[in-house]
């Protein structure tokens, strides 16, 4: 054989290269083996069961809430069931071209505009990056089946059976029901919120939010087998959801029923409580609101309107959260202050000419009516303003100057009673302090004035209080002295009715009073309501249950109507329930607050009530 000596040999360094190029192609046909190997061998049984799991959706079942009853066992708060249409965010069109055709078709069969649409999914995705968004809550039938049979046509588009809050008995007790929606983001990290996932609804306001976690149940879900382009092949194992506890209140629904007619849709709220144990058999404010409206994705453009001022701030729960001027209503409070504080005696007499002229200030009763030489007792039954004008002058300037401040504290006013009800508000009892600070902050025209104790004596000026609080005031008076907490819930029961969980009254703060003090003040309250010249007593004359009560009338300034109050304390003289009366623009306490007290009283007591228009002749309020 002969070879060319001309042809080329392999250097070292053309050796070198195809060996390193040789190995480095081997390493790589190695660890792709190797991978091979790991992924088949290996790791094969997990990953058969994460295909496996592809081909399986897990679909959430919702979970009833607890019903609500009142303490008869009749429903306040009940379930309904709806169809609600959804979208999931990872299923949608990525194409925004095809993304607005989809929610131009949803728009066409679920009568909303296009730009809605687009916008609530916005939102809740921001909210909720990772969970659905709900389109329309409460579809009808006929237009879920629609979608679900062009499903193609539909993408990402989502049918869910969800259990919608009913409310039977619409406005009345609006405000202590409370309304249920969306968890928020922020709620999501709170431990009360534990378990709940993202789209869930839970309890945003009253009873609803105070005990969310014993009406809201457990989510069920159903596991369903899909091919390949998503559809459902057969349900494999469903996992039932756990419906959520029933909630007895301690509510009298007739009661609660009584307060609203007697509110006759005028800006105001009631109270109605056991003055022993904190009970409230009955609280509401007007105007009230259809909480079913929040049993669907409420819209933005309705929520304003309910929470608008110019409406009259449905949304405000006026028997926790109003704050007012009392008026005469807080006369006993300045009585209770100073017999307590050694500034009288009951039978201390007191001149009232009509007015009285502090610093340059003349303070008159209402349409300046004398009523002469007074004791307490009498003060109170026609209301002198004079004689707690006196008062409040001499407690400004006893001891530390804070003797009304620290007895109406005491009693729970300017402070929040804590009922089961969330956002309560604290009020506002002023004092020297108060006002020279926001005086020195440029706030306010003045400092502190002995007039300022002055008004406070009879429930004017700066003062803010809600009815609750008189509430508790007077209850404290009625029982011999103890604060009690106003509550709404009673107990927690299974579906059968039985109970898991009792709510026991919490421990009353006791005052120190001296019994003849409550006792004087009971019977000038009595005397208001029964006695010839009472401010009350043509309100209740024929009333057959005794009643002691406390008319209020409370400037609010120039061109604004007066607030009316009024509250009651029956049976004298043994005080079972307060009543705590008021309204924004009633004029009166006698006119409008006492007369809505005895209509709600008549229910509390099953008997009638038939009050006469009152109009004071000899000014008192």
Same mark, same amino acid.
């Given at each position: 054989?002969?070879?060319?000596?001309?042809?080329?040999?392999?250097?070292?360094?053309?050796?070198?290269?195809?060996?390193?190029?040789?190995?480095?192609?081997?390493?790589?046909?190695?660890?792709?083996?190797?991978?091979?190997?790991?992924?088949?061998?290996?790791?094969?049984?997990?990953?058969?069961?994460?295909?496996?799991?592809?081909?399986?959706?897990?679909?959430?079942?919702?979970?009833?809430?607890?019903?609500?009853?009142?303490?008869?066992?009749?429903?306040?708060?009940?379930?309904?069931?709806?169809?609600?249409?959804?979208?999931?965010?990872?299923?949608?069109?990525?194409?925004?071209?095809?993304?607005?055709?989809?929610?131009?078709?949803?728009?066409?069969?679920?009568?909303?505009?296009?730009?809605?649409?687009?916008?609530?999914?916005?939102?809740?995705?921001?909210?909720?990056?990772?969970?659905?968004?709900?389109?329309?809550?409460?579809?009808?039938?006929?237009?879920?089946?629609?979608?679900?049979?062009?499903?193609?046509?539909?993408?990402?588009?989502?049918?869910?059976?969800?259990?919608?809050?009913?409310?039977?008995?619409?406005?009345?007790?609006?405000?202590?029901?409370?309304?249920?929606?969306?968890?928020?983001?922020?709620?999501?990290?709170?431990?009360?919120?534990?378990?709940?996932? +993202?789209?869930?609804?839970?309890?945003?306001?009253?009873?609803?939010?105070?005990?969310?976690?014993?009406?809201?149940?457990?989510?069920?879900?159903?596991?369903?087998?899909?091919?390949?382009?998503?559809?459902?092949?057969?349900?494999?194992?469903?996992?039932?959801?756990?419906?959520?506890?029933?909630?007895?209140?301690? /509510?009298?629904?007739?009661?609660?029923?009584? +307060?609203?007619?007697?509110?006759?849709?005028?800006?105001?709220?009631?109270?109605?409580?056991?003055?022993?144990? +904190?009970?409230?058999?009955?609280?509401?404010?007007?105007?009230?609101?259809?909480?079913?409206?929040?049993?669907?994705?409420?819209?933005?453009?309705?929520?304003?309107?309910?929470?608008?001022?110019?409406?009259?701030?449905?949304?405000?729960?006026?028997?926790?959260?109003?704050?007012?001027?009392?008026?005469?209503?807080?006369?006993?409070?300045?009585?209770?202050?100073?017999?307590?504080?050694?500034?009288?005696?009951?039978?201390?007499?007191?001149?009232?000419?009509?007015?009285? =002229?502090?610093?340059?200030?003349?303070?008159?009763?209402?349409?300046?009516? =004398?009523?002469?030489?007074?004791?307490?007792?009498?003060?109170?039954?026609?209301?002198?303003?004079?004689?707690?004008?006196?008062?409040?002058?001499?407690?400004?300037?006893?001891?530390?100057?804070?003797?009304?401040?620290?007895?109406?504290?005491?009693?729970?006013?300017?402070?929040?009673?804590?009922?089961?009800?969330?956002?309560?508000?604290?009020?506002?009892?002023?004092?020297?302090?108060?006002?020279?600070?926001?005086?020195?902050?440029?706030?306010?025209?003045?400092?502190?004035?002995?007039?300022?104790?002055?008004?406070?004596?009879?429930?004017?000026?700066?003062?803010? /209080?809600?009815?609750?609080?008189?509430?508790?005031?007077?209850?404290?008076?009625?029982?011999?002295?103890?604060?009690?907490?106003?509550?709404?819930?009673?107990?927690?029961?299974?579906?059968?009715?039985?109970?898991?969980?009792?709510?026991?009254?919490?421990?009353?703060?006791?005052?120190?009073?001296?019994?003849?003090?409550?006792?004087?003040?009971?019977?000038?309250?009595?005397?208001?309501?029964?006695?010839? +010249?009472?401010?009350?007593?043509?309100?209740?004359?024929?009333?057959?249950?005794?009643?002691?009560?406390?008319?209020?009338?409370?400037?609010?300034?120039?061109?604004?109507?007066?607030?009316?109050?009024?509250?009651?304390?029956?049976?004298?003289?043994?005080?079972?329930?307060?009543?705590?009366?008021?309204?924004?623009?009633?004029?009166?306490?006698?006119?409008?607050?006492?007369?809505?007290?005895?209509?709600?009283?008549?229910?509390?007591?099953?008997?009638?009530?038939?009050?006469?228009?009152?109009?004071?002749?000899?000014?008192?309020?």
């Amino acid at each position: 054989m002969y070879l060319d000596s001309r042809s080329p040999t392999i250097t070292p360094q053309l050796a070198l290269r195809v060996a390193i190029i040789g190995g480095i192609a081997l390493m790589m046909f190695g660890a792709i083996l190797f991978r091979l190997w790991y992924l088949q061998i290996l790791s094969g049984d997990r990953y058969l069961a994460e295909a496996n799991d592809n081909r399986v959706r897990e679909i959430k079942v919702d979970a009833p809430r607890g019903k609500i009853i009142d303490r008869e066992g009749r429903i306040l708060v009940d379930n309904r069931v709806g169809l609600a249409v959804n979208v999931t965010p990872n299923k949608l069109p990525h194409n925004q071209r095809l993304k607005t055709e989809l929610y131009a078709r949803l728009a066409d069969v679920l009568s909303l505009s296009r730009t809605e649409i687009r916008t609530s999914v916005r939102e809740q995705l921001r909210a909720l990056p990772f969970s659905t968004a709900t389109v329309k809550q409460d579809v009808k039938l006929p237009v879920v089946q629609y979608i679900l049979e062009n499903q193609e046509r539909f993408p990402g588009v989502t049918v869910e059976r969800v259990f919608l809050r009913s409310y039977p008995r619409r406005t009345v007790g609006a405000h202590l029901f409370g309304t249920v929606g969306e968890v928020t983001a922020s709620q999501l990290r709170q431990e009360r919120y534990r378990g709940v996932a +993202g789209g869930d609804r839970v309890g945003q306001s009253g009873v609803e939010y105070t005990y969310d976690r014993f009406v809201r149940g457990i989510d069920g879900a159903s596991r369903v087998q899909v091919d390949a382009l998503g559809k459902a092949r057969g349900e494999l194992r469903v996992r039932p959801p756990k419906p959520g506890n029933e909630l007895r209140l301690t /509510i009298d629904l007739d009661v609660q029923e009584a +307060g609203q007619r007697a509110l006759a849709g005028s800006r105001g709220a009631f109270v109605v409580m056991d003055v022993k144990n +904190g009970e409230v058999r009955a609280l509401g404010s007007s105007p009230s609101f259809d909480p079913n409206i929040f049993a669907k994705v409420i819209k933005q453009a309705d929520y304003d309107r309910l929470a608008a001022v110019e409406n009259g701030a449905p949304l405000a729960n006026r028997a926790t959260q109003g704050l007012y001027p009392t008026g005469s209503t807080f006369k006993p409070v300045t009585a209770l202050a100073a017999l307590e504080a050694g500034l009288i005696e009951p039978a201390t007499p007191i001149y009232d000419g009509g007015s009285l =002229k502090v610093g340059g200030v003349e303070f008159k009763n209402a349409r300046g009516t =004398k009523f002469g030489t007074l004791s307490l007792r009498r003060a109170l039954a026609v209301s002198s303003d004079v004689f707690f004008y006196r008062l409040g002058l001499e407690a400004n300037s006893a001891g530390d100057g804070h003797t009304l401040q620290r007895w109406a504290t005491r009693l729970g006013l300017g402070r929040t009673t804590g009922i089961d009800l969330p956002a309560e508000s604290a009020g506002l009892v002023p004092s020297p302090e108060w006002r020279n600070r926001l005086f020195r902050k440029g706030l306010i025209d003045r400092p502190w004035t002995e007039g300022d104790n002055i008004n406070l004596a009879v429930g004017q000026g700066d003062v803010q /209080i809600n009815p609750l609080q008189m509430a508790v005031a007077y209850a404290a008076i009625a029982n011999g002295g103890y604060i009690v907490q106003p509550r709404l819930g009673q107990r927690i029961e299974d579906a059968d009715g039985r109970a898991l969980q009792e709510f026991e009254a919490s421990t009353r703060r006791k005052l120190k009073l001296a019994p003849k003090n409550l006792q004087v003040i009971l019977d000038g309250l009595r005397q208001a309501a029964a006695s010839p +010249g009472g401010t009350s007593e043509p309100v209740f004359k024929g009333f057959p249950i005794p009643v002691a009560g406390k008319t209020g009338t409370a400037e609010k300034g120039i061109g604004r109507a007066d607030q009316s109050w009024y509250v009651a304390l029956a049976p004298y003289p043994r005080p079972r329930y307060v009543v705590a009366v008021t309204f924004e623009q009633g004029g009166f306490g006698a006119e409008t607050a006492a007369p809505a007290a005895c209509r709600i009283l008549g229910s509390v007591f099953d008997v009638k009530c038939r009050p006469k228009k009152v109009i004071p002749s000899n000014g008192a309020d």
